[in-house]
């Protein structure tokens, strides 16, 4: 017998159950990291930024569906993260929906601009020198997509020129196909 008072034998039988059980929960979810592929070549290389290699994940659960690809850079003790995620368009559409905004204090910057054609969505701490970008690429009755370009250690003119470099449209194209 152990500390919980169970005997080997009750030890077996309890980690069988459990990872039956386990499994059980996540059949429903068909979780192909090669999906993924489509999307990871869109996160390219920045100029005198170090990368790491693009990783994504897809996840297919009926009616609700997700596939992202991320990657994250590095250049003198700066980052930036960048995410693209296709997805079931309720998780989409809701950010989609925000109205035009223009906030700025001494403290930090948040809009909703337009550019290029596309809603955009910024957010900037002065103080911490980070931020956020977010890059609406598509939204369909089912689906939709989003680039998010999370950034620290630089200004936000400098983020956004760098997201800017990033093909939105491109991204849009080949997003909108994955389902």
Not at 102 to 108: C, K, T
Request: net charge positive; charged share 25%.
């Amino acid at each position: 017998m152990d500390k919980l008072g169970m005997c080997k034998k009750e030890k077996v039988k309890f980690f069988i159950i459990f990872f039956a059980l386990l499994s059980v929960f996540f059949i429903p979810f068909n979780v192909d990291a090669d999906s993924s592929n489509v999307i990871k070549p869109l996160l390219k290389e920045i100029k005198a930024w170090s990368a790491e290699k693009a990783e994504g994940m897809s996840m297919n659960m009926g009616e609700i569906k997700m596939i992202n690809a991320s990657r994250s850079y590095k250049k003198n003790g700066n980052t930036i993260d960048v995410v693209i995620i296709v997805g079931s368009a309720p998780m989409i559409q809701g950010h989609m929906q925000m109205p035009q905004m223009n906030i700025d204090s001494s403290e930090g910057s948040m809009n909703i601009d337009n550019i290029n054609g596309f809603k955009v969505f910024k957010a900037y701490d002065k103080k911490e020198k980070e931020g956020h970008i977010m890059v609406f690429l598509f939204s369909k009755a089912k689906y939709g997509s989003i680039f998010m370009f999370n950034y620290s250690g630089i200004s936000s003119e400098k983020a956004l020129k760098i997201a800017e470099g990033f093909d939105w449209k491109n991204m849009k194209n080949v997003t909108s196909g994955v389902f």
